[in-house]
């Protein structure tokens, strides 16, 4: 029996030994993250902003072009109503009688307006494609300036994951090492605890007789019991995994 129990508490302390071990070389991984720091948000929002610019430059452009058909087409319109109007004005020199008179008066008259409805469009039209254009010259110019300050952003964030590259690569090659010692079922409310943790940490060691994540007091009796590593205590507060100092080599 005394046997039985002394390999459960080995067991119990190599647990928390494994879980300190995988929470050290995570916070390494936090801290490279930490020195990258927002730059992969920043690159992230640059580039959806270049690509919210290059969508509203090419809307821009797309009315542009209608706007210029459309002039092009109200030109041609004045085009058809003075040759109408020419051809209605040679017509009135060989009328016979006043109702043709008045038709073609009245046809003349309809193209004229016809003619300064066009103009007035043309006028509307012109306004837009300048006002069209100023826009995209505008975002043409913005876009040049966020596009290079994402390639600045990009070069600043390569050379910093270059220069961390290899050392992620092998801390993340001993954390799967280290998760494939660990139960399953601590593995994952280890990061459960670790994922609602703000700085990260699932299990700290006893600092002053308080907790090590949140600084609250702990009971003389369960600071006893988390000494003997027995069993795997949490923080009643935080609710982070607590281990004894001394078990990780940590002189308090």
């Known amino acids: 029996m005394a046997k039985k129990q002394a390999e459960k508490e080995v067991q119990v302390e190599d647990k928390l030994k494994t879980l300190y071990s995988l929470q050290t070389k995570l916070s390494d991984v936090d801290k490279i993250k930490i020195l990258r720091g927002e730059l992969p948000l920043e690159v992230a929002d640059l580039e959806d902003e270049i690509i919210g610019l290059k969508t509203r430059i090419g809307k821009y452009e797309s009315d542009q072009k209608e706007f210029e058909t459309a002039v092009a087409q109200q030109k041609q319109k004045i085009q058809d109503c003075t040759l109408k109007i020419e051809k209605y004005k040679e017509q009135l020199d060989n009328v016979r009688n006043n109702r043709e008179y008045d038709h073609l008066s009245k046809e003349i008259e309809f193209e004229t307006l016809e003619i300064e ?4 469009r043309i006028k509307e039209f012109t306004q837009n494609v300048k006002s ?3 826009q995209v010259e505008k975002s043409k110019s913005f876009l040049e300036e966020r596009s290079a300050d994402l390639h600045q952003k990009k070069d600043e964030l390569d050379e910093i994951i270059s220069e961390t590259k290899q ?3 092998q801390l993340r090659e001993e954390i799967k090492g280290i998760e494939g ?3 399953p079922r601590l593995l994952q409310a280890f990061k459960r605890i670790r994922k609602s943790a703000r700085n990260g940490l699932a299990i700290v060691a006893i600092e002053r007789g308080a907790c090590g994540g949140c600084f609250n007091k702990i009971p003389p009796q369960k600071q006893m019991d988390i000494k003997l590593g027995k069993k795997i205590i949490v923080c009643e507060y935080c609710g982070r995994i607590m281990i004894d100092p001394e078990l990780v080599g940590i002189e308090e």
């Open 181 to 183: 010692e660990v139960e």
């Open 167 to 169: 050392q992620e690569e």
């Open 117 to 120: 409805l066009a103009e007035k």
């Open 132 to 134: 069209l254009k100023e």
